[in-house]
């Protein structure tokens, strides 16, 4: 069946997204703020709307994704919401998913927020997931539809939801960019190829502490701070030798230096015997 979808925002994800659904047969109606994108959805079979408001008559589902929140407030202004299911795909913060879901309301539509994990490339492909939240009614009303631009999972009615789950990966992917950048510029210090010891030695080795987090996890959730490999103590020891051997070897350890900061604190407050979950009771 084809449906009828709307696109606000056409940058390399929004392009993406609106790609992924006329490949799949759907009409598209698309919209962005400057000329000039998109000329190949049109060429395509996207219809180009001239306004916003233009765009969101022309579909029951409008979906859209642009550079922040202020954005989408700004292009949604005076606009009819009656009927519609607005899906914000814009990268956001949760207190800022809730005020968007309030402001849709108030127009008459439904809301769903979004959080995109993937690249551009990645929509329409297997791996991509995207994270909603909001309207359980406009979600089920709309699975197949979503299911088309990446694997769709609701993660509960609160708008901020998605948001704050989009955000925790990407904090936990940055803290991973970290550790690897410090690793690798201490490998290039001795001129070590760092393609062959990032792909043989260091990505297994991430791979089987990312195995262990689930395991840290529990212990959080639990309050069980105990371990039976190398407590705060230890680390702490550990990270001072690490941070000389970064100044040896003239590399600046800046990215790590948080971490350690804050295994000397949870030490020093008498908490040498924790494992390294501990360190949650120091960011509360
Ligand atoms: P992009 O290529 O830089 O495109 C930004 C889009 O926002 C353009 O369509 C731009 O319109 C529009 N825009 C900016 N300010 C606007 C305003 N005041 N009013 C109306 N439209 C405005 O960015 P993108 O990669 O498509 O990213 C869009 C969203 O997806 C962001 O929130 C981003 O965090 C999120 N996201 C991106 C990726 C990724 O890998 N790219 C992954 C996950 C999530 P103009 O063309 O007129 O400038």
Same mark, same amino acid.
């Given at each position: 069946m084809s449906n009828s979808i709307s696109i606000l925002g056409l940058g390399l994800m929004g392009q993406a997204l609106a790609g992924s659904l006329l490949d799949a047969g759907h009409q598209v109606t698309v919209w962005n703020r400057s000329a000039g994108k998109g000329d190949d959805l049109v060429a395509r079979g996207a219809t180009r709307a001239a306004t916003v408001a233009e765009a969101v008559a022309a579909s029951p589902l409008v979906i859209v994704c642009v550079l922040d929140y202020v954005a989408v407030h700004a292009l949604l202004t005076d606009v009819p919401l009656d009927g519609r299911v607005l899906v914000n795909l814009t990268n956001g913060r949760p207190s800022e998913a809730r005020e968007t879901a309030r402001l849709v309301a108030g127009r008459g539509g439904d809301y769903l927020d979004g959080g995109v994990m993937a690249v551009p490339q990645m929509i329409g492909n297997p791996g991509a997931l995207i994270l909603y939240s909001g309207s359980q009614a406009a979600f089920d009303g709309h699975r197949d539809t979503l299911g088309i631009m990446a694997e769709p999972r609701f993660v509960g009615a609160d708008p901020g939801l998605a948001p704050l789950l989009d955000l925790a990966m990407l904090t936990g992917m940055y803290g991973q960019f970290a550790g690897v950048l410090e690793a690798v510029a201490l490998v290039a210090s001795e001129k070590v190829p760092v393609v062959e010891f990032t792909s043989t030695l260091l990505v297994p080795w991430l791979n089987a502490m990312a195995s262990t987090m689930p395991r840290l996890a529990e212990q959080i959730e639990a309050g069980d701070y105990s371990t039976d490999v190398s407590n705060l103590e230890i680390n702490r020891v550990g990270a001072a030798g690490l941070m000389r051997a970064f100044e040896e070897q003239g590399v600046k350890p800046d990215l790590l230096l948080p971490l350690k900061a804050i295994i000397d604190q949870r030490v020093a407050r008498?908490? *040498?015997?924790? *494992? &390294?979950? *501990? &360190?949650?009771e120091e960011l509360r």
């Open positions: 008498g908490h *040498g015997t924790e *494992g &390294l979950q *501990g &360190l949650i």
